[in-house]
């Protein structure tokens, strides 16, 4: 029995579990993020097309588009129809898109096309303007940001972490 005490004493320490445990967290972050958006153009051309479709007509001549080059778009000629059998149904569509004329060139400067080429399909984006737009961080923990323009954002961040005991 005295042998089991002693043992059990000596191996007490190892198979208890200690009774504090210690953790330390501490974490600071200040950001400010400043952001000015920049023009947009996109743009695409309309491609030329032409269709005839009918029943009951006679076709004298076909209408249909002359092809067109680098620096023209095509061109449409016109055809000649009629009724086939009078006093019996007809039907008859024709249809027309004139597409875009190709732009060879466009200049730009300082980054800007003053006067983009719109074609038949096209979104624009002024870009910002920073104006006042300006972000500090400050050692007394408060950051501020100044409104600038249209088209910018400013965002700040501040974070304070003290964990000491979990």
Do not use: C, W
């Amino acid at each position: 029995m005295r042998r089991l005490i002693a043992t059990a004493l000596v191996l007490s320490p190892f198979l208890i579990a200690p009774a504090m445990a210690f953790e330390a967290v501490h974490t600071i972050t200040d950001s400010v993020s400043l952001t000015v958006d920049s023009g947009l153009v996109q743009t695409e051309r309309i491609g030329t097309s032409y269709g005839v479709s009918g029943t009951n007509i006679e076709v004298t001549t076909l209408g249909g588009l002359n092809g067109g080059s680098a620096t023209a778009a095509a061109t449409h000629t016109a055809g000649d129809y009629d009724i086939k059998t009078d006093g019996q149904a007809f039907t008859f569509n024709e249809s027309l898109t004139i597409g875009d004329t190709p732009v060879t060139s466009q200049t730009a400067a300082s980054g800007t096309i003053a006067a983009p080429t719109l074609f038949g399909t096209a979104v624009t984006q002024h870009g910002g303007a920073a104006g006042n737009l300006a972000g500090t961080l400050s050692p007394t923990g408060i950051s501020t940001v100044t409104a600038g323009g249209a088209g910018t954002t400013g965002v700040a961040q501040r974070t304070v972490t003290l964990t000491v005991f979990d």
